[in-house]
């Protein structure tokens, strides 16, 4: 579904991605985990379009996409959610979502204006497919409010429910839960799995392991821009080279 191939970054003297390979089959949830500036949101910034690698490829169904814009990848039937949360925090909610649907639509600029058929017919499928998401992430009694009036774990699911709202096949998460307390954490993460075996395809960066263990069928360790370690949760948790890239060494080497 997803395959990065020898991806190398760097940004002057910094190589922030240096020769990644990892992939993300159909339908699993995969882990990217590693220290703060280990290279994870620049990973994610070259797969969706906002950057691009200086070296290797990153395929999407067998194509490949490194060089392409991000609304392009989006088109394609990839989504992102951020570290920071990026809502449009004027709209409601319900603004959001429609809003997250944009890059969906066939209809041109001339269309909207004589209220075609066809732009009829899309701005149907986007309040209902809007409404469905309201619904299935628990916001639809607050739809009407702006979203940056919502409490913080709220404005999380309405990031990831946006996400969804461009009907993605492979679905990118940087950090969801960050700021959530255990019993979001936990709730988010079973709408994550959920979503996986509706058959979607989920890359998810997080420093919360309880999340990662939770949710996901294998995981990737970066370190320094480099794979360090790939496996099951019970393989990377007594992993000596992960867990050295986390508390480091003594004088004595030992970790």
Same mark, same amino acid.
């Given at each position: !579904?997803? /395959?990065? $191939?020898?991806?190398? *970054?760097?940004?002057?003297?910094?190589?922030?991605?240096? %020769?990644v390979s990892l992939s993300v089959p159909p339908q699993r949830i995969v882990g990217l985990i590693g220290p703060n500036g280990a290279g994870k949101t620049t990973l994610i910034n070259n797969v969706s379009g906002?950057?691009? #690698?200086?070296? %290797?490829?990153i395929l999407f169904d067998g194509q490949p996409i490194e060089k392409e814009p991000s609304h392009r990848i989006t088109r394609l039937g990839i989504a992102r959610t951020y570290q920071n949360i990026r809502?449009?925090? /004027? !709209?409601?909610? *319900?603004?959001?979502?429609?809003? %997250?649907?944009?890059?969906?639509?066939?209809?041109?600029?001339?269309?909207?204006?004589?209220?075609? #058929?066809?732009?009829?017919r899309e701005e149907r499928q986007y309040r209902a497919r809007a409404e469905e998401l309201l619904e299935r992430f628990g916001l639809a009694s607050v739809a009407g409010m702006a979203a940056g009036n919502l409490p913080y774990g709220d404005q999380r699911r309405l990031e990831l429910a *946006?996400?969804?709202?461009? /009907?993605p096949k492979v679905l990118l998460l940087d950090e969801p839960t960050a700021g959530m307390n255990p019993t979001e954490t936990k709730a988010l993460g079973e709408h994550i799995q959920d979503l996986r075996n509706d058959g979607l395809s989920i890359l998810v960066i997080e420093h919360d392991?309880?999340? $990662?263990?939770?949710?996901?069928?294998?995981?990737?360790?970066?370190?320094?821009?480099?794979? $360090?370690?790939?496996g099951t949760s019970d393989e990377i948790r007594t992993d000596p080279v992960v867990i050295e890239a986390y508390l480091g060494r003594d004088d004595d080497g030992a970790a």
């Open positions: !579904m997803l /395959e990065l $191939i020898n991806v190398s *970054r760097g940004f002057g003297g910094v190589q922030a991605l240096s %020769g906002l950057d691009h #690698p200086n070296g %290797g490829q809502l449009f925090g /004027e !709209m409601t909610v *319900r603004q959001n979502l429609l809003v %997250g649907q944009h890059s969906l639509g066939r209809a041109n600029i001339l269309e909207a204006v004589f209220f075609s #058929p066809r732009y009829r *946006r996400a969804l709202a461009t /009907e392991m309880s999340l $990662i263990h939770q949710v996901c069928d294998e995981i990737y360790v970066l370190n320094f821009g480099q794979i $360090i370690a790939h």
